[in-house]
Each structure stands twice: as C-alpha cells, then as structure tokens.
C-alpha cells in the first residue's frame, strides 16, 4: 500500500499553492480559536485571520473553526494536520 506522502504531485488532487480550507473542532474554551489562528499562521505566512469561519455546536460545547491556508505542497499540509490534532485544545482536525 502506498502511504499518502508517496503520492507523486502529478497525481495530487490538490494544485499548489491552492486555498485549502481546513476545519478543526474543540471544546469551546477561552484561547482556542487563538491558538488554531496561531497554528495556521506559523504554515502560512499570509494567513488572513479575517477568513476564519466559526460555528458552535447545537449545546454550545464545542467551537468548529474552519481555516482558510494557502496550500504550498503535501508536506506543509501533512505537517499543518499532525501540529492541529495533536494540540491538547484540539478535538478533530478535518
């Protein structure tokens, strides 16, 4: 089996660089949204934090967020995933 980053870029479905939204769900808690803006401005340099979607859950618990980067190859992007999904704040990365 082929694991995702031995994908040759002729065949990627993504073009890069690209938008790339990606959404990320946690508990709603003072910093979260903070620390996912933050996270995506250190894999993006011209993050532009005014593209932040946000939807709350039903019960209010929880907080997705949808970031909106400019994709530059598969590798940012894999990495970009593995900072979000382990971060303690974060539930599921999307």
Known sequence: MTAPTDIPPSESLIE?????PIKVMGLKV???VQAVTHIAAQFDP???ASTIELR???????????????ATSRE???????TLSTHPMVKVVL
């Open 30 to 32: 003072d910093g979260y």
């Open 76 to 82: 940012q992007l894999d990495e970009l995933y593995r």
């Open 56 to 70: 709350e859950s039903k019960g209010g618990k929880y907080m997705g967020v949808t970031v909106t980067v400019t």
């Open 16 to 20: 890069y660089p690209s938008q790339f």
């Open 46 to 48: 011209n993050f532009d």
